[in-house]
């Protein structure tokens, strides 16, 4: 699958153990999540979960413990007290993406070509974008909570 950029990818500092583990459980949460998604072929399109992920880090990177969660993840999934919690963190944000990805979707009704749309870097950047901003202000308006609040709200 990673050919010849394995070692690009792998091979850095900053790819620890704890960091593929959050990595998974993020993942996991996303997979868990895409049975909701209302149009079945987008959800089931291998390239929708990256979709997902992308988003994902978009949201988190624009979390104020954002510089914790990727400088010391192990905070987040060395335990199984914390990776629980973590889990159910990221499960109430990919929640809220499949409620907007769903919106965005059902614009292109029963007609959409997602296939090219999900290979279009453009398109995957602007909705991303628009997705991420959407959720952004939810946050600032108190109606959803952020993930840094999520997070302590758990107590961890």
């Known amino acids: 699958m990673f050919e010849d950029k394995y070692a690009d990818l792998f091979g850095r500092p900053e790819v620890t153990a704890d ?15 895409l049975p909701s998604v209302k149009n079945q072929l987008f959800a089931r399109y ?3 979960r990256y979709l997902f992920l ?8 624009n979390d104020l413990l954002a510089r914790e969660l990727l400088g010391n993840p192990q905070r987040f999934v060395r335990t199984k007290t914390a990776r629980d919690h973590f889990r159910e963190c990221v499960r109430k944000i990919v929640g809220d993406l499949v409620v907007d990805l769903n919106a965005e979707v059902a614009e292109y009704g029963d007609d959409f070509d997602y296939r090219d749309k999900l290979r279009d870097s453009v398109w995957v950047g602007e909705l991303s974008k628009k997705v991420a901003a959407d959720h952004l202000k939810l946050v600032k308006r108190g109606r959803i909570k952020s993930f840094q609040d ?7």
């Open 19 to 33: 960091r593929i583990v959050l990595c998974q459980v993020v993942v996991e949460a996303i997979d868990e999540a």
């Open 54 to 61: 992308y988003v994902v880090r978009v949201i988190l990177e």
């Open 46 to 48: 291998r390239l929708t």
């Open 150 to 156: 999520e997070w302590q709200k758990g107590g961890a």
